[in-house]
């Protein structure tokens, strides 16, 4: 392996969680030594806006580290250590597009799950590849790749099926939230949890809570039996989960556990197992895109514009378990830590009743070569089932990306639970082939008017 410092690079520079996750490394420095942080960005305006924000934050704590600002991918990560990703393709205006199409046929409109999710991985899958490759041309040898970018399973899954050998760590901060909130309701640190968890990214259960080897999930099944996986103070942990739709997110796992009280769901799940509430309760006209550029952006990018102005720099971002997170997992690669985390890993038999090659996610001890998975036995039937549905429609649309097919890009739709009927799956489909045109390669068809297409 190499040593400290490093020399990190940040692909999406210009995303909004870029000084939060800059602030969590500031105050791990001692842990993760850094000679340089360099953003990477396809959108230099975007990122010119964020770029002083984080340059403040490095200079609270450091002057020696050298920061650099750029689009030019060779300079992004020649001989860098560690890439840190978070792109969205297609930025913000696409995701209104994700959850506003879906709903407009009556189906759920979400970032990553349902019909949303599929058309944010269709156009989220090459531009991951071509990562890859251009960190095997540039950065050190043994650099690690920590994907944040979502929809993380589908990229894990394109990533897997096109680069077998990119050293890529998927993560997703959703569990460790969710572990935040189990050890406020506990009167637990998070850290303190060892939790057993079974499933696909966005889509699996907690099956054991342990506190110093005493399983507390029998406590948090009465919490959640009045609350949700909701805290009192759960605004003031992190005020973004304030905002209306992840306090009802949170209140969720309520309904879910009071028919299924064995397992603790990812919130996620909500999606799957009650859409018609979902969509009931969406408003078609504003969605969770609307609340993010009206809340999380507008608040960064306003702060940005008053330090430009005045030198001072007003509070507005977050410091939370998303950046704390990935900075847990590269410390572990970095230095060999073998850390218990709940990670994205092809499963190998960790579920023992799911495919071999399956893209998991299950706890993993990080070693400086990458995740070893533990073993979480075979799951129920009712899971299993779930998750085999969910694992094909993901893996179908890898394969419609990978092969260009609009049959398997409609196969996948028509096999999400979040999608009634073959219908509303094409409707759907047709309109968001429209709306990603500058984005989605070109999906033929196979047949067409009963005619084998030559
Ligand atoms: N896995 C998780 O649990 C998790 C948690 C939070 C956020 N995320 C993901 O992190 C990403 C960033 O989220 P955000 O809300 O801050 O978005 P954002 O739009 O603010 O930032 C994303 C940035 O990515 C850039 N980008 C797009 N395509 C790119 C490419 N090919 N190369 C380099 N940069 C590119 C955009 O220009 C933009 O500046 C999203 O993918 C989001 O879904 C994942
Ligand atoms: O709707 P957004 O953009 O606010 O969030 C979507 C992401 O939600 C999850 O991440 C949460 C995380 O759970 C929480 O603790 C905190 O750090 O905020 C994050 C963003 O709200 C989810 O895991 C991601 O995959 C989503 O992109
Ligand atoms: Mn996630």
Redesign the pocket.
């Known amino acids: 392996m190499f040593k400290p410092p490093f020399i990190l690079s940040i692909?999406?520079?210009?995303?909004?969680?870029?000084p939060g996750i800059v602030k969590s490394l500031m105050v791990r420095l001692e842990d993760f030594p850094l000679a340089e942080i360099r953003l990477?960005?396809?959108?230099g305006e975007?990122?010119s806006v964020?770029a002083p924000v984080v340059e403040k934050v490095i200079r609270d704590h450091s002057q020696s580290i050298k920061f650099t600002v750029t689009t030019d991918p060779e300079v992004a990560f020649s001989g860098a250590h560690f890439v840190f990703a978070?792109?969205?393709?297609?930025?913000?205006k696409m995701?209104e597009q994700d959850e506003k199409i879906p709903l407009r046929h009556g189906v759920v409109g979400q970032?990553?799950c349902g019909p949303g999710g599929l058309a944010?991985g269709l156009r989220?899958i090459l531009?991951m590849v071509?990562?890859c490759d251009l960190v095997e041309r540039y950065a050190h040898q043994k650099a690690w790749i920590v994907?944040?970018?979502?929809?993380?399973a589908i990229v894990a899954e394109g990533v897997r099926r096109l680069r077998p050998n990119a050293r890529v760590l998927?993560?997703?901060?959703?569990p460790v939230a969710a572990m935040r909130n189990m050890g406020a309701i506990l009167g637990v640190d998070r850290h303190k949890l060892v939790v057993d968890y079974f499933g696909l990214?966005h889509f699996g259960w907690f099956t054991r809570v342990l506190v110093d080897g005493e399983d507390r999930l029998p406590e948090l099944r009465r919490h959640i039996a009045q609350f949700g996986l909701l805290t009192e103070d759960a605004a003031q942990t992190d005020p973004q989960h304030s905002d209306p739709s992840w306090v009802k997110t949170w209140r969720h796992i309520k309904p879910i556990m009071d028919h299924f009280p064995e397992y603790l769901p990812n919130p996620y799940l909500q999606y799957y197992l009650m859409p018609n509430d979902i969509v009931e309760h969406q408003n078609p006209d504003y969605t969770r895109a609307n609340e993010?550029m009206d809340g999380?952006?507008k608040k960064l990018f306003a702060a940005a514009a008053e330090y430009k102005k005045t030198g001072i720099l007003p509070d507005a971002f977050h410091v939370g378990v998303?950046g704390a997170f990935i900075v847990d997992v590269a410390c572990s690669l970095a230095f060999d830590l073998r850390q218990r985390h709940l990670v994205i890993v092809e499963n190998k038999g960790a579920i023992a009743n799911l495919p071999y090659d399956a893209m998991v996610e299950v706890p993993a001890y990080i070693t400086s070569e990458g995740p070893e998975p533990v073993r979480m036995g075979a799951v129920p039937l009712f899971h299993q089932t779930l998750l085999m549905q969910q694992l094909a429609s993901e893996q179908l649309l890898v394969e419609a990306t990978i092969e260009g097919s609009y049959e398997k890009a409609l196969q996948a739709f028509t096999l999400n639970r979040t999608v009634p009927t073959m219908q509303h799956a094409k409707a759907i489909l047709d309109d968001m082939i429209e709306a990603n045109r500058d984005y989605w390669p070109q999906l033929q068809q196979a047949w067409k008017d009963g005619e084998a297409v030559k």
Request: with cysteine; proline share 4%.
């Open positions: 692909a999406g520079g210009g995303s909004t969680y870029t990477y960005d396809i959108d975007r990122q964020i978070q792109m969205r393709v297609g930025q913000y995701r970032e990553t944010y989220t531009p071509e990562l994907n944040y970018s979502n929809p993380a998927n993560i997703c901060d959703m990214n993010v999380r952006e998303h």
